[in-house]
């Protein structure tokens, strides 16, 4: 009798959970690239089950050349985004487009600059000295223009096809990067590490991997926000500091050419540059972004001549959800 009554209460607390379950708010979440450890604190949120905790049934829509997550933001078909940076605010204040962003996951901008060893190019300055700099067509009205701003010669620019090839040939070249990514790949193709600068090292101060919802979505369902925000939060912190293995089980379902040596390669430096736990992190949780920040970065980029003078940014933005120190060091 003790046996079967045990068995109901179990029974009860399975169904109990299912139900909880059943009652959760389906939303959608679009990465904007193909699945890859840079996201692993989304799917790791999803894997544990975080967002369910909080109240979100939450499907991550994977990004990648072909696919436009902002104009399923737009459109209503995705409830949040995965923004690059800053610039992309500061692009939507400018269009008038009710985008806004709630929390930046990133702290700095994984985007760098390379060069060979031992060619003297081993500094920030040094990179001045190179004979070319290979950056793609984007990169000219971001960050390669705002090195232009800080005394690099753009017309040394050369096209960068995502192919390591020139880089490679070409020992006093410099090339750019992401700090996961791109230098993984030179030293496997051709056996040696190369320099890396983290632009946001060196003044390129942007938040990044940002959360982006419509305006709309705030007003009408801040709870939803909330529990994203802060999900994605613990997702991070869980999966750089415990165990990624679920989570990275389902990166590789969505995109199964990502191989472990890659996963394990891009969380140790999203860990070793302090990506997406440093400064302002360390008090205040993963995601936390700053008005003064903001607000300098904007006017870096007005200087370069990125973005224009006079935009209303704060109309871009939204801290109410950061700050509450979900990811905060212990």
């Given amino acids: 009798m003790k046996k079967f009554a045990a068995f109901l209460a179990g029974t009860a607390v399975i169904v109990a959970a299912g139900a909880a379950q059943a009652q959760n708010k389906a939303v959608s979440f679009g990465t904007n690239w193909l699945a890859q450890a840079e996201h692993g604190g989304y799917y790791q949120a999803v894997a544990d089950g975080t967002y369910a905790a909080c109240g979100l049934d939450v499907t991550i829509v994977m990004g990648g050349p072909q696919v436009d997550g902002r104009a399923l933001l737009l459109s209503g078909k995705i409830q949040f985004f995965m ?180 996963l394990a390669y891009s969380i140790a430096k999203l860990k070793e540059y302090g990506v997406v736990q440093s400064g302002d992190t360390e008090t205040k949780g993963i995601g936390f972004m700053s008005a003064e920040k903001i607000a300098e970065f904007y006017q870096k980029m007005v200087k370069a001549g990125v973005v224009k003078d006079g935009l209303d940014i704060a109309q871009g933005y939204d801290l109410q959800f950061v700050g509450h120190g979900f990811g905060a060091k212990k």
């Fill in 83 to 262: 923004g690059a940076n800053l610039l992309d605010m500061f692009n939507a204040v400018e269009q008038g487009i009710p985008i806004k962003l709630v929390a930046g996951d990133f702290q700095k901008d994984p985007q760098i600059m390379m060069t060979h060893p031992g060619q003297g190019l081993d500094t920030w300055e040094d990179l001045k000295n190179a004979e070319s700099y290979i950056v793609s067509d984007g990169a000219i009205q971001s960050f390669f223009r705002w090195m232009g701003a800080e005394g690099f010669d753009m017309n040394k620019r050369a096209n960068y096809t995502f192919d390591p090839a020139p880089f490679i040939a070409n020992p006093k070249s410099a090339q750019q990067g992401y700090l996961t990514s791109e230098p993984f790949a030179v030293e496997q193709a051709a056996g040696f590490k190369p320099n890396v600068f983290l632009l946001a090292d060196y003044g390129f101060t942007t938040y990044s991997t940002t959360i982006e919802t419509m305006a709309d979505t705030i007003a009408n369902d801040p709870e939803a926000v909330k529990c994203f925000v802060e999900g994605s939060a613990k997702g991070w912190d869980a999966y750089l500091n415990g165990d990624p293995t679920a989570a990275n089980a389902l990166i590789k379902k969505d995109n199964p050419s990502m191989s472990d040596e890659q």
